[in-house]
């Protein structure tokens, strides 16, 4: 039998999983920080647009909060998302990596790509999301975008009384340090064995697979992935965007 009667390989699937269960008390109180508005539309919608504004990214799925999956149905539905990836809502637990778990098992077979991000990423540009998945897609079992850090990091000690001064205990080298963001990526069954191996908790899903002792790969990030987390990140967040309306019609 030839190459050429060989069915040709089925194409690389890729899903998405959103965490966006989170109440997001350093912004104040209010609605849960993925229902807060950016320019009139709240983050968790920038936050899907941008992930399905990559043409590999073929499903969605939301992690609502515990009580608010169909608030959250409601809300997708009212907005314009692209025709070419499906959108699943289901809801979460009572935190992140209870939630990602739960993302991960509303997943259908056939996608071997899993991207993890951050509803408080609203504007994550699309090359930093293909960025991510090409690097999966080339062998990489976990893959993180990262920026160098523009400060200096101290390592610190407790303070002798809460509040007061923090000795310092070392200065990592800061061209060996990166500050990660999300979407973060994986090869679907390495996430789900990090998940189903990890049970203490760990700040971000990369860490899970660290554990598992394999590699993490960092590519570039990009600055407009930052995470709206206090009210000033929202001030950037909003001149970011006015600066992308006014740039290409965002």
Known sequence: MSDDSLPAPA??????????????????????????????????????????????????????????????????????????????????????????????????????????????????????VDAVIEAVREGAPAVVPGLPLADTVKEVAPAAVPGGPEPVVATPERARLRAVQTPQGFDRATLLRAHETVTDEVTDDAGMVERLGLTVVVVPGHEEAFKVTRPLDLVLAEAVLARRRLNDGY
């Open 11 to 128: 194409p690389v699937r890729t899903a998405a999983v959103i965490p966006a269960a989170g109440r997001g008390v350093r912004l104040g109180p209010g609605a849960p920080k993925a229902l807060r508005t950016l320019g009139g539309t709240p983050m968790l919608i920038h936050a899907v647009r941008a992930l399905a504004a990559s043409r590999s990214v073929s499903l969605v799925v939301v992690v609502a909060p515990p009580d608010g999956a169909a608030e959250v149905k409601s809300l997708l539905d009212t907005h314009a998302l692209p025709d070419r990836t499906d959108f699943v809502v289901v809801p979460g637990g009572e935190t992140r990596q209870e939630s990602v778990k739960l993302g991960l098992d509303a997943l259908p077979p056939g996608h071997d790509i899993v991207l993890v991000h951050d509803a408080a990423r609203p504007l994550v540009p699309v090359d930093t």
